[in-house]
């Protein structure tokens, strides 16, 4: 590409007024003209904060990535954005998926920009950027944020989440005090980075390498690392390569792309939230991906990472056991290996040469944790539009289970309630939350592994069947029914639902039933009122005049639609 075809030509190249100014507005930050003209401009798009532990080290890697592209010729611009906290934000960082999506999304395309290397990890934060970019279809290079240090207690090596929810637990059930559980505070996240379990972190990551929009190998990378600096370093070179060849986004966020990342969620057994979070990238990149398709290709992948929470192991342990790239290789088979990745002309090349280290923590085809893949979608008079399980998370005697239902209306109710022993809850009940999805969150919360009663817990047990129309922690566990569609909310079956009624959950046949009779069911539908909405002025306003179902990827309606959108004139 020659310098005058570069996008950020316009604003820097031409003879007219707003190029002047452009170029002395370029002086007033410090730069000389030898520095950026002629050079393509490439933005690091970095999601940095003080609030979010996942990122506090994305601000040193930033300069690790601008290291690369001023040694490759380019001139890069950091661009901070919205930063998506999972630990600390309310209701629910999914609320704000859309807006860092249209953050990244108006940003690339109203500035002086030729390319992108983003920036994130923490679980929303990689959907929103690639989202973005995808919708812009610049140039672009992912660079995952990478799993934190495994936790410690004692003599125990602890997963963060997955850990959390399973002392939390011990401690209700009377087995740990107060004392264990301020060292568990002590020992459970030591190290910057995203949680070092199979959770939506980690899932999201493995899925951007695996769409090919990432140097091979890393997504698991642990933060601290200095291979992690390194590869921030050779990412920032390669998107300058990227930008001269005019290699764009939708050169590598194909069809063939997207199914061999399900495939890859699917045989690492992530989590529940790459579902909604792949389906929204496909549209993004033109590409109807839908829970069917989950489905099928659930049915010809094993499992083949025993990673928590569905495994023994960490993400640490996954990275030196030989990382995505061993993991995919054992897949050549259903892998489409002739698409073109950011670093490779094929995965085929991307994956030559590729090893297991390990096979305890990366299996064999022929002793997989699974021989399925790790999510299941269902179907039946409860969720017409579908409804997902991890059931290699579960416990393997509910997964064909009937029992009678106890509704919570919404989480602040259950959370005051669930304890009470009025209640009457057994092992063998259905839990039942609604009001918990895309609109009735909103944002549709993780509150979808919902607590069992402590005095159940008392008696040893740990699992039940729950279902929600709310999503579910990553690092979680559980036999538990998520993104139930239509939601409650906005009057989905589960709306109609009565603590008593039977539901039937049968994860083989694919099947999710509530034993009424269809002519109860519509006189309590008539009965239904709408909930008023959430939000009667600002961004949640929008939110909820703009968002879908989970099924369809809970983009935004005006997001999601397909249409021209021009580049700004910069003359």
């Known amino acids: 590409m020659r310098p005058e075809e570069l996008r950020s030509h316009q604003w820097y190249g031409t003879d007219g007024l707003r190029s002047f100014s452009h170029r002395a507005r370029t002086r007033q930050l410090g730069y000389l003209p030898e520095e950026h003209l002629g050079k393509p401009v490439i933005a690091v798009l970095n999601t940095w904060s003080d609030i979010n532990p996942c990122h506090a080290h994305l601000r040193d890697r930033a300069q690790a990535v601008k290291r690369g592209v001023w040694q490759t010729g380019g001139f890069p611009l950091e661009f901070p954005v919205a930063t998506l906290s999972e630990t600390f934000q309310k209701p629910t960082p999914m609320l704000y998926r859309n807006l860092l999506a249209m953050e ?18 923490c679980d929303k934060s990689t959907p929103a950027l690639l989202m973005g970019a995808a919708s812009v279809d610049l140039p672009a290079v992912f660079v995952p944020a990478g799993p934190m240090l495994p936790g410690h207690w004692r003599d125990q090596v602890l997963g963060s989440g997955t850990d959390m929810w399973k002392y939390w637990d011990d401690r209700r059930a009377g087995l740990i005090g107060d004392c264990e559980l301020a060292e568990l505070e002590a020992g459970l996240a030591r190290s910057p980075g995203h949680c070092m379990t199979m959770g939506t972190a980690s899932t999201l990551t493995a899925a951007a390498e695996a769409l090919g929009v990432t140097l091979p190998g890393a997504s698991s990378i642990p933060a601290v690392d200095s291979g992690h600096d390194r590869m921030a370093a050779a990412s920032g070179m ?66 083949l990472a025993d990673l928590r929470p569905g495994g023994r192991y960490l993400m640490e342990d996954f990275h030196f056991a030989g990382g995505l790239p061993a993991l995919l290789a054992r897949l050549d088979d259903v892998l489409h290996l002739e698409r073109p990745t950011v670093a490779h002309g094929t995965l085929r090349e991307q994956l030559a040469g590729a ?52 509704v919570f209306d919404d989480y602040r109710t259950m ?66 029914v998520l993104h139930i569609a239509p939601e409650s909310h906005v009057g989905g079956p589960l709306a109609l639902v009565r603590t008593g009624d039977p539901i039937t959950l049968d994860v083989e046949a694919r099947s999710l039933r509530l034993g009424v009779p269809d002519e109860e069911l519509a006189r309590r539908r008539a ?13 949640g306003a929008l939110y909820g005049e703009q968002i879908t179902q989970a099924d369809t990827g809970c983009d935004f309606a005006f997001l999601a639609r397909s249409g021209n959108v021009p580049d700004p004139y910069a003359g």
């Not at 060849?245 to 045989?267: I, K, M, N, P, Q």
């Not at 179907?379 to 290699?392: M, Q, S």
């Not at 209640?423 to 009940?429: A, D, E, F, N, S």
């Open 355 to 406: 090893r297991v280290h390990d096979p305890a923590v990366i299996r064999a085809r022929d002793e997989p944790l699974a021989q399925e893949g790790g999510l299941a979608v269902l179907r039946g008079n409860l969720c017409p539009d579908g409804a997902v399980i991890k059931h290699i998370a579960a416990d393997p005697r509910l997964l064909k289970h009937t029992g009678p239902a106890v």
């Open 527 to 539: 009965a239904w009122t709408p909930p008023p909405a959430r939000y009667e002025r600002g961004y």
């Open 238 to 303: 390669r998107i300058v390569d990227l930008v001269r060849r005019d290699l764009r986004l939708s050169r590598f966020l194909t069809r063939e792309a997207y199914e061999d990342a399900v495939a890859t969620v699917l045989t690492l057994g992530g989590s529940t939230n790459a579902v909604i979070h792949l389906i929204a990238m496909a549209g993004r990149s033109g590409v109807r991906l839908t829970l069917d398709d989950f489905d099928r290709i659930a049915r010809t992948v094993p499992v």
């Open 415 to 480: 959370q005051r309630t669930i304890d009470d022993p009025a209640l009457g809850i057994t092992p063998g009940h259905v839990l039942v939350l609604r009001n918990a999805g895309p609109l009735g969150g909103p944002g549709m919360p993780e509150y979808g592994m919902l607590p069992i009663p402590d005095h159940l817990l008392k008696r040893g047990v740990r699992d039940m069947v729950r279902i929600s129309d709310a999503r579910m922690s990553g690092t979680s566990y559980g036999t538990c």
């Open 104 to 121: 990244t999304e108006e940003l690339l395309r109203s500035y002086p920009v030729d390319g992108a290397v983003l920036m994130g990890g």
